[in-house]
């Protein structure tokens, strides 16, 4: 099985990348795509081919489950 490494061009991964409804019109966007793998890749939308970040199943719920918490409402001006 191939493994899938931080900093791999968000272009090369074989993956289909998605956005949320709530993104903005101006490309400001997180965008997330899930690895055969069963990791999740995220990238920043305005540069596609940049490097992806690469986080497991498990990184992504903490990360997740603490924002519906409220534990990262502090960085939102």
Avoid at 6 to 35: F, I, Q, Y
Avoid at 40 to 51: E, G, L, T
Wanted: aromatic fraction near 8%; charge should be negative; proline fraction near 8%.
């Amino acid at each position: 099985m191939h493994e899938f490494r931080n900093g791999t061009p968000a272009s090369a991964l074989p993956v289909r990348w998605r956005k949320g409804r709530r993104s903005n019109p101006n490309g400001n966007c997180v965008e997330v795509a899930a690895l055969p793998t069963g990791e999740i890749a995220m990238r920043n939308s305005r540069f596609p081919d940049d490097p992806a970040l690469i986080y497991t199943q498990a990184e992504i719920e903490a990360f997740v489950l603490g924002a519906k918490d409220g534990e990262f409402d502090d960085l939102i001006a």
